[in-house]
């Protein structure tokens, strides 16, 4: 399966360097869960989660499973995020859409 993604970058940004941003970042998350098939499953995952949980879900109140779903997402969301924005980032400096395959 494939997915998409959009980066949220400054608009100052060439298509080229968005290109090459958007490629640092497949690259992060897909290295950081396993393998590039396991994005939309994991994140689909999250997103059930995230819907039934809400955004900041009680740990305590998750399963075993979703529980790992939630910080294995969460911890390749991060890796992916400083790959391209750094370790240091702010929340206003930029962003992404995954849009899964329907």
Request: aromatic share 8%; charged share 20%.
């Amino acid at each position: 399966m494939t997915y998409t993604l959009k980066l949220y970058v400054s608009d100052d940004t060439t298509p080229a360097q968005r290109q090459a941003a958007e490629r640092l970042f497949r690259q992060a998350l897909e290295t950081a869960l396993g393998d590039a098939a396991m994005v939309v499953p994991v994140y689909s995952a999250y997103l059930n989660i995230v819907g039934q949980h809400g955004e900041a879900p009680d740990t305590e109140a998750l399963t075993l499973d979703e529980r790992l779903v939630l910080e294995t997402w969460q911890q390749a969301e991060t890796a992916a995020m400083e790959a391209v924005f750094g370790p240091h980032r702010h929340l206003d400096e930029g962003g992404y859409q995954i849009v899964l395959p329907s």
